[in-house]
């Protein structure tokens, strides 16, 4: 008996007590000169291309939240290993370096951070963008002007070396106008690109479930296994054509005016939850380290003095979770990040779950029960779940590991119609406002939609129902917040107060009661020549949230464990989903109002409809703009109730007026630079509002 016991404590001592200690490596692969040059100072910058490599000790408490760390493969060291890419643009010459990191999440691999904003290279910043999702198709990005990164992890393993399988659910939602004969497994609007889970057993699809509906909330409807393929299928190679794990073919091929969800097992999990600890230890590095383990110096050693993060959309969501599952807290038990921005990131990202899918996202109708929707949305310690039953929130862990950064938080109308943001602000009922942590500041850019930025409105009618593209440009608005952010962290200058809607003051209610003004038979000049604008009709379409159950191994809190009910199971309860309020021209009274807002040339709403599908929806992520009539005689005899741009501002010298107001309003309250009002009141003095 004793001699077994000796033998389990040695067995357990070589898994973890002799495991080496964790190394990183640091590779330059390319170094390039950054063109411009920036500020007073004429900074110039170059930007390092390379690969970070590090270690993590699954026996380490610091990185015992990821799932399957313990399964997953691991080197000659005993430890599990990573790569992820990553580049730093920084001064040419680090004395004028302002101390300050700024680290950009990428988004599906996709990295934001490749153009850094010129007014902060002005500053003196060091930029670095590092790769946290692990399961990026490799291949050239969509968006050129981003870099592409990647992470590479490893794949767990049963502790016999076998494979690991489990259920996975994946829906497709072909485009309108499309009759694809083949989907990719990874295909779902806001997951494509994605390296999909290989179906157990390939190419056979028996056991597994293949539905289709109109509606999210109609019966699915069976198709047999007969009829459909893991296989590629084209017009020359028709059905059931080549066998293929990363496709699914239909026979007759896929409906635009159907979603389809498949059931399958798949096998060989990532171990994503990876992620979190490379950007965490990623981070640490450069702020802390002379060099690496192997003696290459780090280009930025001893010049960094705070870390800010930052993300957007699902990198924001990402930010998110790496706050809630405590990474903020490094292997020395000191800060990674002293602020943290999140953009647009409504919810959580799932990444620390087995089979786990971080590219997802939800809507209306797609993607309606997907993960990282879950995820608790309150930020306090104190925050309580009524629905759910669970207590914590997103500051909980940090809290506790005394790793609190200061966190700013943006969002847009969009969130509030497709994303589910309004639990950020209410209890799960939505009858009173939450009260925020004092290191927590929550910005609503009012009208804006989910990209924030300005592109100008365009419209075509066969897409979306109304002219697509808030009106409203947040980019300004967030520039002077990320000053804001820096001197609270640097000078620890209070920043502006939130600004966003409260069942208080009346300016968040319930969709159902929100009323807008006639908005009738206005003019927009199209691709195609001039078109009448349909009359608004609100169709009080949005988002819901219902409280679900994936199985007893998975914590819907955390978005961890492992998922055993696919689709999950409804539990009959449903999260309040509230909206913000509006003015007699449709734009929305709380938030920080942009000058687009304070003076309207038009309503800028954070949603819109699809035109001419079977199903009403929303049209994803994009806003509208319907501008206001030019005189009162054009107004009335169209029957529309706001107020057109004659009655409200005479002439072009009076809008001019009203912008320069706007804009010095912003300037004082801290949410826009001088330099860019100068830029907005300039820009409304040489394009007039009257002219066609």
Do not use: C
């Amino acid at each position: 008996m004793k001699t077994k016991i000796l033998l389990l404590l040695l067995a357990f001592l070589s898994l973890n007590v002799f495991a080496a200690k964790p190394k990183v490596k640091l590779t330059v692969t390319k170094v390039v000169d950054y063109p411009g040059k920036f500020g007073d100072k004429k900074i110039e910058y170059e930007k390092i291309y390379g690969k970070f490599t590090g270690e993590v000790d699954p026996a380490d408490p610091h990185n015992g939240i990821i799932v399957d760390l313990q399964l997953a493969d691991k080197n000659e060291n005993g430890l599990v290993e990573y790569t992820s890419d990553f580049f730093l643009i920084k001064p040419k010459k680090m004395k004028y370096a302002n101390g300050v990191l700024r680290y950009d999440a990428p988004n599906r691999g996709n990295a934001y951070g490749s153009n850094p904003d010129s007014t902060l290279m002005a500053r003196g910043y060091v930029f670095i963008s590092a790769a946290w999702q692990g399961d990026v198709m490799k291949k050239e990005s969509p968006m050129s002007m981003f870099d592409r990164l990647y992470l590479d992890v490893p794949t767990a393993h049963n502790p016999d070396g076998s494979e690991i399988t489990g259920i996975i659910r994946v829906e497709f939602a072909p485009t309108k106008g499309t009759h694809p004969h083949e989907m990719a497994l990874s295909g779902n609007v806001y997951n494509s690109g994605h390296i999909s889970y290989v179906p157990a057993g390939f190419p056979n699809n028996d056991g597994y479930e293949l539905t289709m509906r109109i509606n999210e909330s109609d019966p699915r409807r069976w198709i047999p296994n007969e009829d459909w393929a893991f296989a590629s299928t084209s017009e020359s190679n028709p059905f059931p054509g080549t066998p293929d794990p990363a496709k699914v073919s239909i026979k007759g091929g896929f409906n635009p005016d159907y979603l389809y969800e498949l059931i399958y097992t798949g096998k060989d999990p990532k171990v994503m939850g990876l992620g979190l600890t490379a950007i965490r230890d990623i981070v640490t590095f450069f702020r802390d380290s002379e060099e690496d383990d192997y003696g290459t110096e780090n280009p930025v050693a001893g010049s960094i003095k705070y870390t800010l993060g930052t993300g957007t959309s699902q990198s924001g969501n990402f930010m998110k979770t790496f706050l809630h599952l405590g990474f903020n807290q490094t292997l020395s038990d000191t800060k990674v990040f002293d602020g943290i921005f999140p953009i647009v990131g409504a919810r959580q990202n799932n990444i620390n779950m087995r089979f786990a899918v971080p590219g997802g996202g939800g809507g209306p109708r797609t993607e309606h029960r997907a993960y990282g929707q879950s995820s608790v949305r309150g930020f306090a310690d104190d925050y309580t779940d009524e629905i759910s039953g669970e207590t914590g929130g997103i500051l909980t862990r940090s809290i506790a590991s005394n790793s609190v950064p200061k966190v700013f938080m943006l969002l847009t109308s969009s969130e509030m119609w497709a994303l589910q943001a309004s639990p950020v602000f209410t209890d799960a009922y939505g009858q009173y406002d939450l009260e925020q942590p004092e290191d927590l500041r929550i910005y609503y850019v009012a009208g804006a939609q989910h990209s924030v930025s300005r592109y100008g409105a365009m419209w075509n009618p066969s897409q979306t129902v109304y002219p697509g593209f808030s009106d409203v440009d947040g980019t300004p608005i967030m520039r002077a917040l990320w000053i804001a952010l820096e001197q609270w962290v640097i000078e620890g200058t209070e920043p502006p107060a939130s600004e966003m809607p409260s069942i208080k003051d009346k300016t968040l209610i319930f969709p159902e009661d929100l009323k807008f003004p006639e908005m009738k038979r206005v003019s927009f000049q199209t691709r195609n020549g001039e078109k009448t604008i349909p009359d608004f009709n609100y169709l009080n379409i949005i988002s819901n949230l219902s409280l679900l159950d994936f199985g007893p191994t998975f914590n819907i809190h955390d978005e961890t464990g492992i998922v055993t009910q696919l689709p999950p199971a409804y539990l009959g309860k449903d999260y309040a989903i509230m909206v913000s309020q509006v003015d007699e021209d449709g734009n929305e009274i709380a938030g920080i109002r942009s000058v687009e807002l304070q003076a309207p040339t038009g309503t800028s709403l954070g949603f819109n409809y699809l035109s001419g599908a079977a199903y009403n929806d929303l049209a994803g992520l994009t806003g509208s703009y319907i501008p206001f009539h030019k005189t009162k005689q054009e107004r009335i005899a169209a029957g529309d109730t706001r107020l057109s741009l004659e009655e409200r501002y005479g002439n072009q010298a009076g809008y001019v007026d009203a912008v320069t107001k706007a804009a010095n309003d912003l300037v004082s309250k801290r949410f826009l630079l001088e330099e860019d009002a100068a830029i907005i009141i300039d820009k409304a003095k040489k394009t007039s509002i009257f002219e066609n």
